[in-house]
């Protein structure tokens, strides 16, 4: 069954690639998600991504208390293609004319692969953009909010494990140091965190050098025995194979999708390991953005949002031990409720949730 209000596939006008808009929900608002330009095997595994990816904002955007709908754009390179400047431009040309075309359902913002420049492009063809650069009036990058934002989830874990937020000390395994990655690193060294870092990208041992960090291949690092595990590249590294193999306590980044059914959130419970769902440990980036591009709020302002995903968690954490659910299922029905509350069943929306954050149930 089709989950989704409305999927868009184009092939580019100008690039001949794939373009994929997935709006999966406007019942809290217009939706948005990140523009993700990444390789595939094929344009269906794109596709399948994208599904995905825009249903994860949706739940993201409900639990974050934002009047905010779900959605996800994707180009699917073939792999091994390398975008030359002028492809890069005719591409994200192609994403605009999309994004135009869809009458404000969506807006995009940066994912992976792309940033605030390719921002900028798109804002020439469409207003439904967030996070062209500051100098253009955008709320600039958003990944040093989302590492903002997954440390405060860092915090809420620890008081649960150790009886305080500190991580001073704590052992972090660190998956991935892109642009979201790389700087909660640099966060979690500057707590006197003890890191285990690694990327596919062997360039990033200067980094994890700098920090002090233990490096190991990309391969050996679910395994790593560490406090807590921080998957902060691509999704679905959690399956069950690599779920028996952990040697964590807990698992809280900010990598999307990081399961690869749901399922496997009930075998790291059964296995004592705590998972925060990765929609609501990733949300600093959109709780920035939504809070400076359509609230008006000023930096400091924002960043209390941001540093409020701690609550968030603490919050969910609590309601999973009471009511003797896992934090997915408790995070879960927390998103389904705040969509009820505006979406009575079986009538279409007829107006967006106003922007005050919700109590927790
Ligand atoms: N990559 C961001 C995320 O997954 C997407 C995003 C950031 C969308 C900022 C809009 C604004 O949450």
Known sequence: MLDHERVAVHTGRRSRLPVIVAVHSTALGPAAGGLRLWHYPDWRDGLADALRLSAAMTSKFAVAGLPIGGGKAVVALPEGE??????????????????ASLDGAYATGPDVGTGPDDMAVIAEST?????????????????????????????????????????????????????VGGRLARLLAAEGAELTVTDIDAGKRALGEELGAVWRAPEEILAVDADILVPAALGGVLSAR??????????????????????VADLLHERGILWVPDYVASAGGVVNAVSV?????????????????????????????????????????????????????GVRPTGHATAEPLALP
């Open 127 to 179: 207003p439904h953009v967030f996070c062209r650069p500051e100098r253009l009036g955008g709320s600039g990058d958003s990944s040093p909010h989302t590492a903002r934002g997954t440390l405060a989830a860092l915090r809420a874990v620890a008081r649960r494990l150790y009886g305080t937020p500190s991580l001073a000390g704590r052992t972090l395994a660190v998956a991935g140091l892109g642009r």
């Open 242 to 263: 690599s779920v028996a193999g952990l040697r964590c306590r807990a698992v809280v980044g900010p990598a999307n999708n990081q399961l690869t059914g749901p399922e």
């Open 293 to 345: 591009e359509v609230h008006g709020l000023g930096a400091e302002q924002a960043r209390v949002r941001v540093d409020a995903i701690e609550g968030t968690v603490d919050a969910l954490l609590d309601t999973a031990v009471r009511l003797d659910r896992t934090p997915a299922r408790a995070a879960e029905e927390l998103a389904r409720l705040r969509l009820a509350a505006v979406r009575p069943v």
């Open 82 to 99: 390398r975008l030359d400047p002028g492809r890069r431009l005719d591409v994200l040309r192609d994403v605009a004319e999309v994004i």
